[in-house]
């Protein structure tokens, strides 16, 4: 009985220790937040109709990187261009993973930056910053740490230059808070 109790522990601290190797990666099933979840963003490229652009499509829970398949949201190209979800309550975030615009342009990401907090001011950018993109290849999968960094809201940012933001997913890992302020 002792020993199952220890072996069952030992293997516990074996997954864990796994985890922490392979960074922020969230467990197979974890849920994803950010999914279907009310979004918003600087502005909408408009070309066939903004429907194909709008800032919900990077939260339609689909990782397609061809934004002709309607599945990514878009900005227009201009200064410092944003994108924001409102999680609906606050949450201690680990992960935000970001799938990269597969069919175009993928070097647009560069840089940009994700925050989490429950401030809307300046479009989330008095909010705590996780990180940035690094990896901007075509259809790239960032994951992002953010240290359980609180927040209702998860934002995303390209700083200091003119561009166009495109995001074929967006997906918030973490822990919902109760009672907590
Ligand atoms: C960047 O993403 C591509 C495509 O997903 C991947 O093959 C490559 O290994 C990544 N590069 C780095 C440095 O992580």
Redesign the pocket.
């Known amino acids: 009985m002792l020993w199952v109790s220890t072996v069952v522990l030992l293997a516990a601290e074996l997954l864990e220790g796994q985890r922490e190797a392979m960074g922020c990666l969230p467990p197979p099933g974890a849920r994803n937040w950010a999914r279907g979840r009310p979004a918003a963003q600087s502005s909408t490229y408009p070309q066939w109709g903004t429907v194909y652009s709008r800032a919900e499509s990077a939260v339609d829970g689909h990782r397609d990187g061809d934004w002709s398949h309607g599945s990514c949201s878009h900005t227009t190209r201009e200064r410092e261009p944003w994108w924001r979800v409102d999680l609906g309550a606050r949450y201690a975030v680990t992960a935000v993973v970001v799938k990269n615009r597969q069919d175009c342009c993928s070097e647009r990401i560069r840089g940009a930056q994700i925050q989490v907090g429950d401030s809307l001011a300046n479009h989330g950018r008095c909010n705590s910053v996780c990180g940035t993109i690094t990896?901007s290849?075509?259809?790239?999968?960032s994951i992002v740490c953010c240290e359980r960094r609180k927040g209702r809201y998860v934002s995303i940012l390209i700083p200091g230059r003119e561009e166009s933001l495109t995001l074929c997913e967006l997906e918030v890992y973490g822990s919902e808070l109760r009672d907590e302020c």
């Not at 290849?137 to 999968?141: D, F, Q, V």
């Open positions: 990896n290849s075509a259809g790239s999968l």
